[in-house]
């Protein structure tokens, strides 16, 4: 079974405009709500795929009681944290004459360190039935940034695995903590490492050098250029056919949902990449954020090459 962790639940608000204009009167053509944070659109691909599973966080006011009933209406099983402040929502706003997308995320409400504390208890009792947990995006304000390095701590405890996919300054604090599993980017692997990152041996050695550190696995995300694994069996490129990308939004959450999936099912580390790559770019492939075509994975699983890199 796997659990996926959202502290920052949002309600994503796509705004369609037939031309956006700073310091205007915009009027939106079309709007859609869906339930997102980075750990639901773990959840959603996740659930595509049928994985056994069970999506936490934090959630508040009417807006926490609308995403948990929107994630339950998506089949999804949840078992939410009630805190006191409404639920924040992220816009997204897409205009279609320029084909360009302009984001405004919200921070979070405030958590108290009662409801931290009360959280980090359910969340012990919630991941006991668990083999692998997803911990990811950003948190909401008042979380201190070791508190996923806390989280992490509790479900090594228990001898699961934990994925890690947060950014900087919380990505710099949980490795820390040792993760099972990282997956930065492009511009997370820089940050982190401080190195410019400019060609795939850079990339290789950037990813091989946090490995050593006791990650047993870091992925470094290349968007259409694929991706680059170092584990213990060595390193591994993936690299993905070209296809029509049409919302490479959430692609990074597809493939933790991937690997979440491989890991579950006891998938070689080579076969996880696979896995996860097909489903990220089946992902992009897809309009909506967090969803995807089965039947284009499927081709994608077969047609992805896994090279052995050293
Ligand atoms: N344009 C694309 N064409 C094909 N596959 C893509 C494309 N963009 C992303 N992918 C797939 O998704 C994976 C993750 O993409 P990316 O590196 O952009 O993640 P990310 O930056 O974490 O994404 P996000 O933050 O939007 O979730 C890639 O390794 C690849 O498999
Ligand atoms: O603040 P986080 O949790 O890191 O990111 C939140 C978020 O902007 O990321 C997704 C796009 O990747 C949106 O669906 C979502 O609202």
Request: charged letters at 25%; a negative charge.
């Amino acid at each position: 079974m796997i659990v996926t962790v959202t502290l920052n639940a949002a309600i994503d608000k796509r705004y369609v405009v037939s031309e956006f204009e700073e310091g205007e009167v915009n009027r939106v053509s079309t709007c859609e709500y869906t339930p997102g944070g980075k750990g639901l659109n773990v959840s959603k691909p996740l659930k595509i795929l049928g994985a056994e599973l069970l999506a936490t966080g934090l959630v508040g006011g009417f807006a926490g009681q609308y995403l948990a009933a929107e994630v339950t209406k998506l089949g999804i099983a949840n078992k939410f944290f009630q805190i006191a402040d409404e639920s924040r929502s992220c816009i997204n706003i897409w205009d279609e004459k320029k084909k360009t997308q302009t984001e405004f995320l919200e921070p979070g409400v405030a958590v108290s360190e009662e409801e931290q504390e009360a959280f980090l208890k359910e969340f012990a009792e919630t991941i006991k039935e668990a083999r692998v947990v997803t911990i990811s995006g950003s948190v909401p304000k008042g979380i201190p940034l070791d508190y996923y390095n806390r989280m992490i701590d509790i479900v090594k405890t228990q001898g699961k695995q934990v994925i890690l996919d947060t950014s900087s300054p919380l990505l710099d604090e949980g490795i820390k903590a040792k993760p099972t599993m990282i997956k930065p980017n492009i511009d997370e692997i820089r940050s982190l490492t401080g190195r410019p990152c400019d060609n795939l041996d850079e990339i290789m050695e950037a990813a091989r050098g946090l490995q050593q550190t006791g990650i047993p696995v870091v992925v470094v995300s290349l968007g259409g250029e694929g991706a680059i694994m170092a584990c213990e069996d060595g390193l591994y490129q993936a690299l993905v056919p070209k296809v029509e990308a049409v919302n490479t939004v959430g692609c990074g959450d597809a493939m933790i949902a991937g690997f979440a999936y491989a890991f579950d099912q006891g998938y070689s580390p080579a076969e996880a990449l696979r896995m996860a790559s097909s489903v990220s770019t089946a992902s992009a492939m897809y309009d909506k954020t967090g969803f995807f075509k089965p039947e284009d994975q499927q081709k994608l699983f077969k047609e992805i090459e896994i090279k052995k890199r050293g």
